[in-house]
């Protein structure tokens, strides 16, 4: 039989085929060749009668996988951010989009709490305001931005048109809103098809392991994911940047250089874009780091 990996706990892989689920344990080989199931994945598995435990006995090819957060098959990412608590981490939004580009997947940036930022009479609504117009400003001419707010419903009905038919993950820092923003998506579906489930009644409580969810029966189906602070860039070489910025990349063309880092190097396009204010400060300081972080990798 065949099925995709719905959710991984304690050794166990819950295995949709069809509409059922099935309980399945991972064949001792994997261990031993040091692979390990992924949520997303899609999976041969066998039938043990008589026996709680099915038995998965081959992974199917992986169209990408990921380490942070640890899915596969991935269509499109969520990277979400709050607007205030927590503040938004660029450096992490901007990891998880090098990541997605890296992997050649969609990336929509979902900023959410925006309800924050309504009472400008507070200084955390002023806060909350200030760090929602510098997200716009930096993100808005490179990536599809969606706002969120847990008691707007017109943002997630915007997320349920954008990912129709994929397989998305929602990933980000953790207590920025991904569960929630998860329930909500299974309350739009569900209001739809009319049916009660104790889906959408899911506990507010901390994400310890990716599960995917389906949204419908055309295949829409997300990740949530446990939150994370930060993470290393792995799997990269620091010539491959350029090209997993948007922005950057349009202008690779016009440096006098071939091998121009777009550092200090006289006649970089890149720079030039920068100081015309075609690629944010933010951002190409974000590759700057990134930059950096890679080389520091590359002595050791
Ligand atoms: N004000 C406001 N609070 C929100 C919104 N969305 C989520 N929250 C709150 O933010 C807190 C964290 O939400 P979660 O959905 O659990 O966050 P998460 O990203 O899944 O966190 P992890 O599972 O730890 O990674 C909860 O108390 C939510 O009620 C929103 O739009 N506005
Ligand atoms: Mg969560
Ligand atoms: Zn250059």
Do not use: W
């Not at 949709?16 to 060749?33: L, V």
């Not at 608590?85 to 939004?93: F, S």
Request: aromatic letters at 8%.
């Amino acid at each position: 039989m065949q099925g995709r990996i719905m959710k991984g706990i304690a050794g166990f892989y819950f295995v949709k085929s069809g509409e059922t689920i099935y309980r399945c344990k991972a064949r001792g080989i994997f261990k031993k060749q040091d692979i390990k199931p992924a949520v997303g994945d899609l999976v041969e598995f066998e039938i043990i009668e008589g026996n709680d435990d099915n038995l998965i006995t081959d992974i199917l090819p992986r169209r990408n996988s990921f380490i942070r957060p640890f899915v596969a098959n991935v269509d499109c990412f969520l990277v979400v951010t709050a607007v205030l608590r927590p503040a938004p981490v660029q450096e992490l939004v901007d990891k998880l989009l090098i990541m997605a580009e890296h992997a050649g997947t969609e990336a929509i940036l979902c900023v959410n709490k925006c309800d924050l930022a309504a009472d400008q009479k507070r200084s955390s609504g002023r806060k909350a305001a200030a760090s929602l117009e510098m997200l716009r400003r930096i993100y808005e001419p490179v990536y599809p931005v969606v706002l969120l707010s847990q008691d707007d419903p017109a943002g997630y009905e915007r997320i349920t048109e954008l990912i129709h038919g994929k397989t998305a993950a929602l990933a980000g820092a953790s207590g920025v809103g991904k569960s929630t923003i998860l329930n909500h998506l299974l309350r739009n579906e569900l209001m739809e098809t009319g049916a009660v489930s104790e889906k959408s009644q899911r506990g507010r409580h901390t994400t310890r392991h990716a599960q995917l969810f389906s949204l419908d029966e055309e295949g829409t189906a997300v990740f949530d994911t446990p939150g994370f602070t930060s993470f290393a860039l792995t799997g990269l070489e620091p010539e491959e940047l350029p090209h997993l910025f948007p922005e950057i990349e349009a202008h690779l063309g016009s440096c006098r250089y071939d091998d121009c880092r777009h550092m200090a190097e006289p006649g970089c396009g890149v720079k030039l874009a920068l100081d015309q204010g075609q690629i944010s400060r933010e951002r190409y300081d974000s590759y700057l780091a990134m930059v950096r972080e890679l080389d520091e990798e590359k002595k050791y």
